[in-house]
């Protein structure tokens, strides 16, 4: 369902948004230590004192910079939750898509797609999301490489900081709001959903007809040869130009299977009938909610 579509995005985002509060935990030190961070020159409770008054602790061992490994970590985090942006803004363009037209971006009246093709409703901001991921993955090589300094410390970390720290930050935080207002707006066709599922005739249930066989002592491998010829038959059907489902709610599939001897031989038509509820997929759904967003 679509349902378990935004289950899935809200999950992992929440997986996110945990590494990223792991991250602000593995930044937030500071040093008072010196050029060589021996503390020669200032007590330790200095350095301690000054860093809970930063709302800092203070950094276990340190030479003359906070390790790089830290920042990395931040990064990193930053650039998976951009990856899991891009997976939501990826999938809302394939929605879009004409032949699909599942769901799509929130589209106001008197605004503009196409410059050249006036009809178009573009996806304009998943797009944009997608962009920007890009940009906000791309800096997780140099803060990686930003770890392994010379000497103790060289400073050919700090042109890379001073560009890529400030602006991860901004483009992050501008591509969230862009996304929240993308899932926020949504518009969603759950009758299309339906028409797309039942565009092949009925071969989404093949696998349960397929699992229900061995059940009656049917080998697996005699069990596809009988579920396959059945759908192949389906394709030929639907390239042909036959209607994938007829007046009475019948699939080419079902009826295929309903006059396929072998199978009824095994199957009665009801019990082959049952296997075409969608019932079945959904049944466990809301206890998947459960376990996701809490009951």
């Not at 020159?41 to 809970?52: I, S, W």
């Not at 518009?187 to 696998?207: A, C, D, H, I, R």
């Not at 349960?208 to 061995?214: D, E, K, Y």
């Not at 038509?269 to 997929?281: G, M, R, V």
Request: proline share 3%.
């Amino acid at each position: 369902t679509f349902g378990l579509v935004l289950a899935i995005w809200y999950d992992e985002i929440a997986r996110a948004l945990k590494l990223i509060k792991d991250a602000k935990d593995t930044i937030s030190y500071g040093k008072l230590s010196g050029a060589m961070g021996n503390l020669a020159h200032a007590p330790m409770e200095f350095e301690e004192l000054t860093c809970v008054e930063l709302g800092l602790k203070a950094a276990p061992a340190s030479n003359q910079v906070i390790q790089r490994d830290r920042y990395a970590h931040v990064v990193s985090a930053i650039a998976v939750l951009a990856s899991t942006c891009e997976k939501i803004a990826v999938a809302v363009r394939h929605y879009q898509r004409t032949e699909v037209y599942e769901a799509e971006e929130y589209f106001s009246p008197g605004q503009k797609g196409s410059s050249a093709m006036p009809h178009k409703r573009n996806p304009v901001l998943s797009e944009n999301i997608t962009g920007l991921c890009r940009v906000l993955r791309s800096y997780v090589t140099p803060a990686l490489e930003n770890v392994a300094l010379w000497h103790e410390r060289d400073i050919s970390h700090s042109s890379v900081e001073r560009f890529i720290l400030p602006d991860m930050f901004i483009t992050a935080d501008f591509m969230l709001v862009r996304i929240k207002n993308l899932i926020a707006n949504l518009v969603v066709y759950p009758e299309n959903m339906m028409k797309n599922l039942n565009l092949t005739g009925g071969l989404v249930f093949s696998q349960r007809v397929l699992l229900q066989l061995p059940q009656r002592g049917i080998s697996r491998e005699d069990a596809y040869k009988i579920v396959q010829r059945n759908a192949m038959k389906v394709w030929a059907d639907l390239q042909e130009g036959k209607k994938a489902i007829d007046e009475q709610g019948h699939s080419l599939f079902l009826q295929n299977l309903l006059n396929d001897e072998d199978l009824t031989k095994s199957l009665s038509k009801d019990e082959i009938k049952e296997c075409f509820d969608y019932n079945y997929y959904t049944k466990n759904v809301d206890k998947i909610f459960a376990r996701v967003f809490g009951k």
